[in-house]
C-alpha cells in the first residue's frame, strides 16, 4: 500500500506547498478514463493461455511539481473484467469475474511546450513502480492476489487554458500474476505487459 499511500499524501500536502510564495511547486490533478489490455499471466501447451478480457479503466493522477519540468506522481486507478482461458480453436473461454485496483507511484517528466497546429502540446514521459491489487469473485472461488508492477509511460498534454489541458496517454503494467496468494500453489507465472490508453484532463493549481 506504499503507493497507495504516497498518492493520498500529495493530495493532502501539495495544497500547502502550492501556496508556499516563489516555492515554484505547483499541484497536478488529472482525472482520466480509457481501456486496459491486459497481457498473458500462463502459457501453457499447446497454446493455451490465461489472461484477462480487455476492460475499461478509469482514475486519477495526482502530481507535485519538483522543478519546471520534474513531477512526483501518484496513481489510482480501477477496473473490472472476466477472466479468460484461451484454448485452441474454441478461443477465450470465460472462466471468472475479477476486479482490479491500481495503485503506484513514480516521476513524470515533461519536455515543455510546443506548437502542433496552433495548440500548445506538451509531451511528457512516466515512470514508477507500484502494484495491482485483483479480487476474483466467482461462485466456487473468492480470493485476492496482489502483484508487484512496474510501469512506463508516455502521452501529450494539450493546453486548453492557462491551468487546465487535455491529457492523453499510453501506459505499459509490467509484472507477474501471484498465483501462489491467489491459489495457494506454487505456480511461476510470466511477465505480463498490460497496456492502458487513456484520455482525460489536466488541472493546475
Do not use: C, W
Not at 501556496?19 to 488529472?30: D, E, F, I, K
Not at 485452441?88 to 476486479?99: D, F, M, R, T, Y
Amino acid at each position: 500500500m506504499l503507493a497507495g499511500s504516497a498518492a493520498a499524501s500529495l493530495a493532502v500536502a501539495a495544497p500547502v506547498f502550492a501556496q508556499a510564495p516563489g516555492s515554484g511547486t505547483v499541484l497536478h490533478v488529472s482525472p482520466y478514463a480509457g481501456v486496459m489490455v491486459f497481457g498473458d499471466y500462463l502459457s501453457g501447451p499447446l497454446g493455451t493461455s490465461v489472461s484477462n478480457a480487455p476492460a475499461a479503466i478509469y482514475g486519477t493522477q495526482v502530481g507535485l511539481s519538483l522543478s519546471p519540468n520534474l513531477s512526483l506522481i501518484g496513481n489510482l486507478g480501477y477496473t473490472q473484467s472476466d477472466i479468460k482461458v484461451g484454448v485452441p480453436i474454441l478461443g477465450g473461454l470465460s472462466v471468472g469475474h475479477s476486479s482490479m485496483l491500481i495503485y503506484d507511484a513514480g516521476l513524470e517528466y515533461n519536455f515543455g511546450s510546443m506548437k502542433s497546429s496552433g495548440l500548445p502540446v506538451s509531451p511528457f514521459v512516466q515512470a514508477g513502480v507500484g502494484a495491482i491489487r485483483y479480487n476474483i469473485d466467482e461462485s466456487i472461488l473468492q480470493t485476492n492476489a496482489t502483484n508487484l508492477a512496474g510501469n512506463l509511460g508516455l502521452g501529450a498534454d494539450v493546453a486548453l487554458s492557462k491551468g487546465m489541458a487535455l491529457r492523453f496517454m499510453a501506459k505499459d503494467y509490467i509484472g507477474k500474476f501471484n498465483f501462489k496468494g491467489a491459489t495457494g500453489f506454487d505456480i511461476s507465472g510470466q511477465t505480463a505487459h498490460n497496456y492502458t490508453l487513456s484520455a482525460g484532463l489536466r488541472f493546475d493549481f
